[in-house]
């Protein structure tokens, strides 16, 4: 059953706290991103990544950071030095860049 | 680095009436793509239309493409409870990093 997760559903998180969102999939994707939706907005891209162990940063990267050490997986951490973290994050993969994309389910991140 | 905005911000319609979203972009594009996202989850991919197309169908959607005006529209016919969701353009721009960039969309409720 082919497709991309994201896990957890739900973060919280203190102020100050590092915390990292999953995603992960099995479509054999070149391309991978990073999606931030704030309520009632569009998507805002944070990074992508066009091959395993290459990635560039998109709109917002400021206090994002993010590893591409295998195909399957592009794990994103928000920093304490993002400021404004409170978000639905959003991960999706695409054959190649500009590609169809398919998207996970999403993590709802609220910072406490 | 927004590119595509739909129109309008919000739809409301009756169940079974025609639905009719516009999006409209600056500069050149590849391919234009219609995504939907139902409250709370991931985006899913609708239909693709190339810069040389002028009119795609898939079941009961029809998208058209006018790229003199730069802009495209999503037509939903017989709508369903199961449309209400929102609508988002997404454009492959004629540029370098050939990123796509999606538009805020539009949220379409659907009236029992």
């Known amino acids: 059953d082919g497709g991309i997760t994201q896990s957890p559903k739900y973060l919280f998180r203190k102020e100050g706290q590092n915390v990292t969102l999953s995603c992960e999939q099995n479509l054999n994707h070149d391309a991978m991103y990073w999606y931030r939706q704030d309520p009632g907005q569009g998507l805002r891209l944070i990074y992508y990544?066009?091959?395993?162990?290459?990635?560039q940063k998109g709109d917002i990267a400021e206090g994002y950071s993010v590893s591409r050490e295998k195909k399957e997986s592009f794990p994103l951490t928000v920093t304490s030095a993002q400021k404004n973290p409170t978000a639905f994050y959003l991960c999706?993969?695409?054959?190649?860049?500009?590609?169809?994309?398919?998207f996970g389910p999403g993590t709802r991140l609220t910072v406490l | 680095s927004q590119q595509g905005e739909e129109d309008p911000q919000a739809l409301s319609i009756q169940e079974g009436e025609n639905a009719t979203m516009n999006c409209s972009y600056k500069?050149?594009?590849?391919?234009l793509q219609w995504y939907r996202q139902n409250s709370g989850r991931g985006l899913v991919h609708l239909i693709l239309?190339?810069?040389?197309?002028r009119e795609k169908h898939s079941g009961r959607l029809r998208v058209t493409l006018d790229t003199s005006k730069k802009s495209s529209s999503l037509l939903i016919t017989a709508s369903r409870a199961a449309d209400t969701a929102s609508y988002f353009c997404?454009?492959?721009?004629?540029?370098?990093?050939?990123?796509?960039?999606f538009g805020k969309g539009t949220r379409l409720h659907i009236l029992p």
């Open positions: 997404a454009t492959d721009a004629v540029r370098r990093d050939d990123k796509i960039i």
């Open positions: 500069t050149s594009i590849n391919n």
């Open positions: 990544s066009q091959i395993v162990n290459d990635f």
């Open positions: 239309i190339r810069s040389n197309e």
């Open positions: 999706a993969s695409s054959i190649r860049q500009a590609d169809t994309q398919y």
